[in-house]
T-cell receptor, first 112, second 113 residues
């Protein structure tokens, strides 16, 4: 069972570069989300989606874009990387309302 | 603004001790509260609570929700070194026909042998 697959696991970017973090799930989950985790800050919600074609902003959306063209995929785009975006990024999915989330293994991103 | 606050931020105990972790919240249109355990990498699910006063148990872990006072506690009895982890609380809130999960900062638990 693949579950939630995030790629890449590690990435180093230069300031100003753009990139896409990939997230795919094979559980036919309706809800998908992206979080960033910084020391002492817990998981902060960047963007989320309640179904294909529907996305919304979380707490810290600036500098990030998302789209949800299929149920399975929810990529996160960094438009112009900044050192403040150095973090560990987690993608999560869940079946729907009031259900447990399944997390990907995380992407450690460093922006220099 | 929706908010989830966990306390304490960190805790060091010895094996065999009992610990209580706290999670308080202020969200619009609460639906559920979830606890996760995070060791090295991805958080893993522990409990989901939707009703006040009903204790959920799994082995040495238990949790309860108080929707009137807006908090939940996670108890771990007879702690073991394998319980060392960050424990995350998340609250599900609905707004304008959609829903989202908001996490607290977590409690870092270290259990010493």
């Amino acid at each position: 069972n693949a579950g939630v697959t995030q790629t890449p696991k590690f990435q180093v970017l230069k300031t100003g570069q753009s990139m896409t973090l990939q997230c795919a799930q094979d559980m036919n989950h309706e809800y998908m989300s992206w979080y960033r985790q910084d020391p002492g800050m817990g998981l902060r919600l960047i963007h989320y989606s309640v179904g294909a074609g529907i996305t919304d902003q979380g707490e810290v959306p600036n500098g990030y874009n998302v789209s949800r063209s299929t149920t399975e995929d929810f990529p996160l785009r960094l438009l112009s990387a900044a050192p403040s975006q150095t973090s560990v990024y987690f993608c999560a999915s869940s079946y729907g309302m009031s259900t447990e989330a399944f997390f990907g293994q995380g992407t450690r991103l460093t922006v220099v | 603004e929706d908010k989830v606050v966990q306390s304490p931020l960190s805790l060091v105990v010895h094996e065999g001790d009992t610990v209580t972790l706290n999670c308080s919240y202020e969200v619009t249109n609460f639906r559920s509260l979830l606890w996760y355990k995070q060791e090295k990498k991805a958080p893993t699910f522990l409990f989901m609570l939707t009703s006040s006063g009903i204790e959920k148990k799994s082995g040495r872990l238990s949790s309860i929700l108080d929707k009137k006072e807006l908090f939940s506690i996670l108890n771990i009895t007879a702690t073991q070194t394998g319980d060392s982890a960050v424990y995350l609380c998340a609250v599900e809130a609905t707004t304008s026909g959609t829903y989202k999960y908001i996490f607290g900062t977590g409690t870092r638990l270290k259990v010493l042998a």
